[in-house]
């Protein structure tokens, strides 16, 4: 039961912190108006096979960089830790998921736990953490 009302806490806390005030947040519609003007127009058409392939990457890593949510992040490693589910969630390689299993569940539990405090730690900008390679994240 103690664990419970921990849980359940922990996540409140999590929650409350993550929330929001949009009132406090504003658009400099000089600023916008400025890079519209200093933008450079492009055409797909016009760009090689390879030009294309990087816009291409750098898309999709930015998009995929923009899904992740910490509180996920933070719920898998929670519950998940031992087995590296978060890292799979952040988008690491298959083997460093794959380290925290062998090495039974990340140096006996450490290394999710201080994944744990990380992720709770930095929880606005988690970009850091987002297909990172190496074991310990934190690095």
Known sequence: MKKLILII??????LSVNQ????SY???EQAVDQLFENAIETSMISMNANELS???SNVSSTVMAAEKD??????????LGGLGIH?????????TGLAYIFTCGGIFGIVPLVDLIVLIIDNKDISAY???PKFFMWN
């Not at 929001?20 to 009132?23: G, Q």
Request: proline fraction near 0%; charge should be negative.
């Open 9 to 14: 806490v922990l996540f409140a806390t999590i």
């Open 54 to 56: 990087s816009v291409a």
């Open 130 to 132: 987002i297909n990172n």
């Open 87 to 95: 890292r799979f969630y952040l988008g690491t390689e298959t083997l």
């Open 70 to 79: 910490a509180i996920v992040a933070i719920a898998l490693d929670f519950f």
């Open 20 to 23: 929001a005030n949009a009132s």
């Open 26 to 28: 504003s658009v400099n």
